[in-house]
Each structure stands twice: as structure tokens, then as C-alpha cells.
């Protein structure tokens, strides 16, 4: 383990107005440590994505304070949340949210695209990640030509292709059956076996709590729980790191 | 994938797109989530490394609804041929009202004050040319007669007619694109120029026919070709004396003068000279005398505003159109762009995507609405009014389409800035 790459305290967030008032999150406090796996389990409205939205720095918490990487996410407007996001965070969705008009090599040199990162050594770094995801050889399919468990690892590759401290994943398995979501997990957690680097995968599926370090539970906007699965799949399991140390 | 098909390879890079266009490859329709068979041959990851993504990106939204795309092309190449149509009226207008000043060998007109065209009736005394031939370094100075007239019909009706005349000895203001005949015979009492355009309607056969105007009788001894009029009434050149009897002007009047400078002089000193020697004229440089009777006849009559305000219709008809598909196409697309936003990118990239698109609407609409103007002026040509669409014209109207599609854009952004990246996260 490292040092906090994500720190919660006190996040309180109440969304909606006037009656239909909802309070999310309620004064919930966390860590996400490098070289760790973390996965959030909890029933549907637990506020489970509210979590990752503020997690995300998609969503500013009505109290409390975030921080990433060390800077808080405090006073920051949209165009600052959207910075740290691309500075540090990769998301995974669990509609994969691919661009269906970009072959994969082109969804996932986006994510590079957008930190201004191209030419050659873009797409050398695609073609790098989409190789480590087992996907070289589907670099210029559309989506439509890609299954379900295809897609996700293109969306995890392009999370995962800016080399980001942070890989936040929402229901990444929930489309795929359970052999495509063993080897999403699998690619996550090797990602997360890097000390600099953390992942948090909100879900509902409790057979992925085999590749956490630590699983947290939520209800009702509140933390309720936190526990170390005994029976952690072995580092040996995992596939290479396909982010460099 | 198929190979781009050559007919739009062409297409686009007579557009200007010199690098390849990757988004050809995509296909119309969209089935994210529908596994195909795939392909046995692996293809290794050779992306067009001369297009930027963010275009790649913007272009294969553009032509993932072809139907839509088609709307909007059709939308701009209405609006363009339309405004390209007005304006063009407009130059081909512009240019035809100062058809005479413009083929005069004129350094100065002399003209009644108050003048405000060519072919602005009023009159002058004749005896002026003494006074202004007198004045120092004028070289020569030659009586401009016009007025209407009636042309008798072979079955005895009349039609009117148009004379200019001047003195053809001085060479000032003579008819030009001769197909027929001879300038030179114009010199003799009774003969007249005439447009070839207008024969069928003057009923005349054409050299040589002998025709009766205001009852005086008159010989066609050369023909023009070109020379037609904006108020459908046709041009006749003849000799002073004949123009008078022609249009019943007293011998002691004329319509203007036209003004020729000693070698050496100083154009700007003789038109303040003359003015104050002589009083109740105006003294106006040729291009002076042009935009006169250019502003006269455009905005004067209102037929300049009536163009205007059909370029105007057109821009505005364009921008709607432009406008209601990219804002719908950005709606449609809404998710991609909030996954955009979602990942971490700035504004400023999602503007430049939809920015790129109407860029692309409006390259690509515009060079389809260009060679239709193109084939508009080709068959306007020889009409009473062509359309005169020049280079500064086809610049000008590029830029307008462009800024039209630009400011199309500015709903499709407002969308985008009121889009929430959490909504990646609810669906």
C-alpha cells in the first residue's frame, strides 16, 4: 500500500430541490489508497454513484471536502474538476460509453487526444494498450463489430491509456456474462498493482469482491462497512501491468 | 470496412480536404451494443496519421445520419444559390446601369444639377459647349443627346425605344460589340445601331432594315451584340441631329456633356474650374457619374433593397436550417460529448467538434451551391439581366457561409454547456 490518492471527509451531498430533496451522501469519509483495488458494494439508491460522481470530480459535494491527488476539489468550477479529471482520474461505465462512430484504436487515442497527447507516440501508446487488453488485433473494428466484453476492454483501455492515478469503474461487469467479467476484473486488478495507483469499482456483483483489497459497503448515503476479502486472487492470476510503474 | 468510393474522394477534395478522410470508412448506421461476425484477417492499427481526431470525430458525426446531412446540405446550397442569385442580380444590376458611363471616353460629365442617372431626362443648354470648350486645358467636349422614343412595329404598332447619341466625329461615345456593319456609317443622317437582341422584338430582320421612329424614317447600318438595357427598353445609337428628331429635343438642348482634358492636365483642378465658371451643373468624375446612377437606380427605385432583403432571406433561411441540424445532431449525440466531458475534456474541444462540423456543412455545402451558381450564370448570360458573380463575390459569399454556419453552431454549444457529465453515469 501507498499513500491516499483519494480522500474523503465529511461528504455530504444532497441533491434535488424542494420536496423531491434527496440526501445522497451522508457525512461519508474515505480513503483510496495507491496499489489498491476497492470495491463499493451496496443496493440500488445506496448512493453508490453520487459516491463516484463526487469521487469523479463530476459532482461538488454540498459539504465536506475531496481531495485528489492532494488538491482539493474545493471552490473548483467545472473546467478545474475537468482538469483533475484529466490529469488524474480514467473512468470505466457500465454502458461502456464508446463512441460509436471511432473504430477502438480511435476511442481509446481520444483519451490521449484530449490531454493533447498525439502523433506518433499516441498512437504508439494505443496500439501498446490495446495489445495489453488482448485488442491489437481489432484496432480499426467499430463498436457494432466489438461484443460486449470487447467494448468494456476498449473502454478500460481507454481509461487506463493516459496512464491516470486514479481508474474509477461503475458497474464495469454489469452488461458482460461472467467469463468477460472475470477478465475485466483481472485487467483492473492488475492495474491497480502499481503503488501510484488506485481502483474503485462501484458494483453489485459480490463475486468481484475475490479481486479487492478492501470492500466497502454503503446504505442509505453512509458507509456501513469495510472488509479485506480473505481469498484475494493471487498477483500470479493477473495479467501484466498495463500501465508502467 | 469498404474502399471510399472515388466519386467522393473527388467530391472532397475538390472541398479542399487534401488528407484522407477516415470517417467514409463509418458506417450510417449505429448498434453499439450488436455483435457481428468478425473479420478473420486482423488489421493492424494504421490510422491517417495527417487528421486530427478531434475532425475525424467531428466529420463522422456529421455523415453518420446521411438523411440529416443531406437536409443540411440541401438547406445551404439553398441558402447559398439564393444569396449567390440576389447578389449577383445585384453586381450584373450594378453593372448594367452604368453600361454607358462605363464605355464613354469620358474624363469628365457635365451634367444638369440634380442629375441622378444616365438616363435622367434632364436637360442643358447646348450653347454651354462654347463656354466649357473655352475653359482652360479642355480638349474637347461632346453633346450627349438621349431620350425615349416610339419604334414603329411592321403591323403598325409602336414600341419604345432608347436613343443615345453623341457626336461620332468625336469617337466619345460609341456603340461597342459590333457584330454587323460599321461605327463609321453612323455618321450619315438616319442611320442607327442597334442590338441584335432586340430584333425579333423591334421586328426587324437585322443590316440593312429600314424602320420608322417618332415618324422619321431610319436605316440600320451596324449591329451590337450585348447592349441591352435593364428596363427592357432597347438602346439606339444614333447622330445628334438625328437623335433630336428622334426624341423631339430642341436644338438648343442637350442631356450632358462629356468633357476630354488636354494631355498633362489636372482633372480635379478643370472640374473646379468648370464648376465655377458655370453654374446650375454638375462636373462628375466617370466614377463619380457610376455610383450616381448606381445608387439612384438600386436604392432610389428600391430595387437594391428588394435584392438585399432576398440575400438577407437567404442567410437567415440557411442559419435556421444549419442551425436546427447541428443543435440535433448535438442532441443526439449528447452522451458522447457529456463522455467527453466525463474523461476529462475541456470545453473548448467539444466546441471545436461541433465548430468542425459546421465548418465541414459549410465547405461542403457551399462548393455544391457554387458550381449551381456556376451553372446559373452560365445560363443568365445572355439574358436581360445576368448574374454577375465575381471573384470578390464568390470570396465574400464563402466567408458569409462560413460565419452562417459558425453562428448555426453557437445553439448546438449552448446544449453542450448546459450538459452534465454525471448523465454518462445514469444510463
Known amino acids: 500500500m501507498s ?114 497527447q498525439r502523433g506518433r507516440k499516441a498512437r504508439a501508446r494505443t496500439a501498446e494498450v490495446l495489445k495489453t487488453v488482448g485488442l491489437n488485433h481489432k484496432a480499426r473494428a467499430f463498436p457494432r463489430e466489438l461484443s460486449g466484453g470487447e467494448q468494456q476492454r476498449v473502454a478500460i483501455a481507454r481509461a487506463i491509456v493516459a496512464e491516470p492515478a486514479i481508474i474509477l469503474a461503475d458497474e464495469p461487469t454489469a452488461a458482460l456474462d461472467g467469463t468477460n467479467g472475470q477478465a475485466v476484473m483481472k485487467i483492473l486488478a492488475s492495474v491497480a498493482r502499481v503503488p501510484h495507483r488506485a481502483v474503485l469499482v462501484v458494483t453489485h456483483d459480490t463475486r468481484l469482491t475475490n479481486f479487492a483489497d478492501r470492500v466497502l459497503y454503503i446504505e442509505d448515503g453512509r458507509i456501513t462497512g469495510e472488509e479485506r476479502p480473505r481469498s484475494k486472487i493471487g498477483l500470479e492470476e493477473l495479467p501484466a501491468n498495463p500501465l508502467r510503474a | 470496412m469498404q474502399d471510399v468510393p472515388e466519386i467522393q474522394r473527388r467530391i472532397l477534395a475538390f472541398c479542399g480536404f487534401g488528407f484522407r478522410l477516415p470517417f467514409l470508412r463509418g458506417n450510417a448506421s449505429e448498434a453499439p451494443h450488436v455483435q457481428v461476425e468478425h473479420r478473420t484477417s486482423p488489421r493492424p492499427f494504421t490510422r ?179 447592349i441591352r438595357s435593364f428596363t427592357t427598353t432597347p438602346y439606339i445609337f444614333a447622330d445628334l441631329a438625328s437623335a433630336r428628331a428622334y426624341t423631339g429635343l430642341p436644338p438648343a438642348s442637350v442631356s450632358h456633356f462629356i468633357v476630354r482634358l488636354k494631355p498633362g492636365a489636372d482633372r480635379d483642378r478643370l472640374k473646379q474650374d468648370i464648376q465655377s465658371a458655370i453654374s446650375g451643373v454638375e462636373v462628375l468624375t466617370p466614377q463619380e457619374f457610376a455610383n450616381r446612377s448606381r445608387s439612384f437606380w438600386l436604392f432610389g427605385t428600391g430595387a437594391g433593397a428588394a435584392l438585399f432583403a432576398g440575400a438577407l432571406l437567404g442567410v437567415i433561411v440557411g442559419t435556421i436550417i444549419v442551425a436546427q441540424t447541428l443543435y440535433s445532431s448535438t442532441k443526439d449525440h449528447l452522451y458522447e460529448f457529456a463522455t467527453l466531458r466525463a474523461i476529462g475534456c475541456a470545453k473548448s474541444y467539444i466546441y471545436r467538434v461541433i465548430l468542425y462540423q459546421a465548418v465541414l456543412n459549410a465547405v461542403i455545402g457551399y462548393t455544391i451551391a457554387a458550381a449551381v451558381g456556376l451553372i446559373v450564370v452560365a445560363l443568365t448570360a445572355t439574358s436581360a439581366l445576368p448574374i454577375v458573380i465575381s471573384k470578390n463575390l464568390i470570396g465574400g459569399i464563402f466567408l458569409l457561409t462560413l460565419v452562417m454556419c459558425v453562428v448555426s453552431a453557437l445553439a448546438a454549444i449552448g446544449r453542450t454547456i448546459r450538459m452534465d457529465p454525471v448523465m454518462v453515469l445514469s444510463r
Open chain 1, 3 to 116: 499513500e491516499a490518492l483519494v480522500t474523503a471527509t465529511g461528504v455530504t451531498s444532497v441533491l434535488g430541490t424542494g420536496a423531491a430533496q434527496v440526501r445522497a451522501l451522508n457525512n461519508v469519509s474515505l480513503s483510496l489508497n495507491g496499489g489498491e483495488l476497492v470495491v463499493l458494494m451496496g443496493p440500488s439508491g445506496s448512493g453508490k454513484t453520487t459516491l463516484l460522481s463526487v469521487l469523479g470530480c463530476m459532482l461538488t459535494p454540498t459539504e465536506g471536502n475531496v481531495h485528489i491527488c492532494g488538491l482539493s476539489t474545493a471552490g473548483a468550477d467545472a473546467e478545474e474538476l475537468a482538469a483533475i479529471r484529466r490529469r488524474f482520474i480514467g473512468f470505466v461505465f457500465q454502458s461502456y460509453h464508446l463512441f460509436p462512430t471511432l473504430t477502438a484504436a480511435e476511442n481509446i487515442q481520444l483519451a490521449l487526444d484530449v490531454r493533447k
Open chain 2, 48 to 226: 491517417e496519421p495527417d487528421m486530427p481526431l478531434v475532425l475525424t470525430l467531428a466529420s463522422r458525426n456529421l455523415f453518420q445520419d446521411r438523411l440529416r446531412f443531406a437536409a443540411t446540405l440541401t438547406g445551404i446550397v439553398f441558402s447559398v444559390v439564393l444569396v449567390m442569385v440576389q447578389l449577383g442580380l445585384y453586381a450584373g444590376f450594378g453593372r448594367m446601369v452604368t453600361t454607358m458611363i462605363d464605355h464613354a471616353s469620358a474624363d469628365l460629365w457635365v451634367v444638369a444639377k440634380g442629375t441622378t442617372s444616365f438616363e435622367d431626362l434632364s436637360l442643358l443648354d447646348a450653347n454651354l459647349e462654347k463656354r466649357l470648350t473655352a475653359i482652360r486645358d479642355v480638349a474637347s467636349v461632346d453633346p450627349v443627346v438621349i431620350g425615349f422614343s416610339n419604334w414603329r412595329l411592321p403591323g403598325g404598332a409602336m414600341t419604345p425605344v432608347f436613343v443615345v447619341a453623341s457626336d461620332f466625329r468625336q469617337n466619345d461615345l460609341l456603340p461597342w460589340n459590333i457584330v454587323a456593319g460599321k461605327v463609321d456609317d453612323l455618321k450619315q443622317r438616319g442611320t442607327i445601331a442597334a442590338d441584335k437582341t432586340y430584333f425579333q422584338r423591334l421586328g426587324v430582320s437585322g443590316l440593312g432594315a429600314s424602320v420608322e421612329i417618332r415618324g422619321y424614317p431610319a436605316k440600320i447600318v451596324a449591329v451590337t451584340e450585348g
